[in-house]
């Protein structure tokens, strides 16, 4: 699993307030990336990164802003959260080195009420 | 950014092969082609990976054509814990990885 882990795995917020996810590897892989699922669906990117202070957009950006001030954690920030936004978060790495493999963490289950 | 495009959802027996295939018309010269699996409230995992012709592992073989604008997962005699959905995935290119919907496998006894 490429020691990623993400936290809080499971969180229960309300409208308009801020929340922060974090995902943290241990593999110094460069790239990250965060990822929603909604029940029934796929996978949708939100922001990726190719590096220390380096962020791109996904497909659904939006409402999201992310960081990463050092290799080995990425944050996902809902800045102020709405009820569409409930849903399951993934974060994963990319090893360039080796095989382009994806390694993805466990997950964070996001309610927004 | 190559887009790809898959059944929505196919069903099979318990001891049977599976096929599932994945069209990816505009795969550039760099890109390999990455099948992944997914089961209820986990991440997705990784199943296999090729660049051309056949590439087999212990659980699936993949068949990449030689224009490789499509590739087949194979699955041999699935029992009910390949119950998942699976996704096939092609980069790098641009490190930009966007999953398609996948296709939701159901196995049935």
């Known amino acids: 699993d490429a020691g990623i882990t993400q936290s809080p795995r499971h969180k229960v917020t309300e409208t308009g307030t801020p929340v922060t996810l974090r995902c943290h590897q241990t593999e110094n892989h460069r790239y990250m990336y965060w990822y929603r699922q909604d029940p029934g669906h796929g996978l949708r990117l939100i922001h990726y990164?190719?590096?220390?202070?380096?962020?791109d957009k996904g497909e659904v950006s939006d409402g999201y802003s992310v960081s990463r001030s050092k290799t080995e954690d990425f944050l996902l920030t809902l800045e102020s959260a709405t009820s569409s936004q409930t849903s399951v978060y993934f974060c994963?790495?990319?090893?360039?080195?080796?095989?382009?493999?994806?390694?993805f963490g466990p997950g964070t289950r996001l309610t927004v009420t | 950014l190559a887009k790809t495009t898959q059944p929505i959802s196919m069903d099979s027996y318990e001891g049977q092969e599976v096929n599932i295939t994945c069209s990816h018309n505009?795969?550039?010269?760099?890109?390999?082609i990455t099948w992944y699996q997914q089961f209820p409230s986990q991440g997705p995992r990784f199943i296999i990976q090729g660049y051309k012709t056949k590439v087999t592992n212990e659980v699936a073989s993949l068949f990449i054509p030689a224009d490789r604008k499509s590739s087949t997962l194979s699955l041999p005699r699935v029992s009910l814990s390949d119950t998942a959905v699976y996704y096939c995935l092609v980069g790098p290119g641009t490190y930009k990885y966007i999953f398609g919907t996948g296709t939701r496998l159901k196995v049935l006894a």
């Open positions: 990164s190719y590096g220390v202070k380096d962020t």
């Open positions: 505009n795969i550039a010269t760099n890109d390999y």
């Open positions: 994963a790495t990319v090893d360039v080195e080796s095989s382009y493999e994806q390694y």
